[in-house]
């Protein structure tokens, strides 16, 4: 308020109203002005946009990886992603490691990939060059970086490397830890070491739904049945269009089978 209204103020409302009222509307005029809210933060799809990776529009993959990781968002933690992008193109590839890093701003992002992308090294995004199924690469860029939280095999699609890194990185992950495998679909194409047969044991699709039975290993009827890692410690697996999301974490709840299976499991009385 300019000095010409307070004085105005007190020559003519003043006189004309009580003094608690003159009080409240003294105290409502001198406080400040309301502080503009905070823009939203852009979404992960927004930033993919951005940053032209396929995740987005090619794949309908970030509103999947937003429900899965948008509790991470300020958090700090290590993330992973297997496979750069640009192939053995020079100065192509990193959308989505660019994406990443400006979802997390708290977050280490590392880009392993068998091509040299050191171009796109910055602040908080480190790129390694190595083999995603070389397990002394693996080791090398855990004792640099630590244990990531969040892993990404965006690498070459085939089966075979997709269970070979999943095998070796998972029992290093901390509880908690997201596990995230893209471009399933060549599961069914034979060019990518997938297989027309469905029924395959070979696949990636094969190879998550084992990871869906272990989710319920404690019904297995098998008397000699010993539990893999992955039976205990896959917590939830989630699968998309071309996309599968592991969640790690404690699997052994029980069962009820003793007790509904009675034919089965007779009773044991006490002599």
């Known amino acids: 308020m300019t000095n010409f209204l307070k004085r105005a103020a007190v020559a003519h409302v003043k006189p ?38 396929d995740k987005w529009g090619v794949h309908h993959y970030t509103p999947h990886y937003e429900r899965h990781l948008a509790h991470l968002r300020d958090q700090p933690f290590v993330l992973l992603e297997i496979g750069v992008g640009g192939y053995d193109r020079e100065g192509e590839g ?26 796109l090294d910055r602040p908080r995004m ?3 060059q190595g083999d995603q199924t070389d397990t002394a690469a693996l080791e090398s860029l855990i004792e640099r970086f630590g244990v990531p939280l969040v892993v990404i ?18 029992p290093l992950l901390p509880d908690g830890a997201v596990y995230a495998i893209e471009d399933t679909q060549t599961s069914y194409w034979p060019e990518f070491g997938g297989s027309e047969d469905r029924g395959s044991p070979s696949t990636t699709m094969a190879f998550a739904k084992r990871l869906v039975d ?20 896959v917590r939830s697996v989630h699968c998309y269009h071309n996309l599968v ?18 034919e089965r499991y007779p009773p044991v009385t006490e002599e």
């Open 214 to 233: 272990g989710l319920n290993h404690e019904e297995f009827l098998d008397s000699d049945y010993q539990p893999s890692y992955t039976d205990t410690h």
């Open 16 to 53: 004309r109203v009580s003094a608690d009222l003159w009080a409240r509307l003294r105290g409502r005029a001198e406080e400040p002005p309301p502080r503009p809210r905070p823009r939203p933060r852009p979404s992960l799809t927004t930033l993919a946009e951005r940053t032209g990776t």
């Open 126 to 128: 480190t790129t390694v």
């Open 94 to 119: 990193g959308g989505s490691l660019l994406m990443w890093r400006r979802y997390f701003k708290q977050a280490e992002v590392v880009g392993l990939d068998i091509e040299d992308k050191s171009f």
């Open 153 to 170: 095999d965006d690498g070459s699609h085939r089966p075979d490397d997709i269970i070979t890194t999943f095998e070796f990185l998972f």
């Open 245 to 262: 999301i592991v969640e790690k974490g404690d699997n052994v709840e029980g069962s009820n089978k003793r007790n509904v299976l009675l």
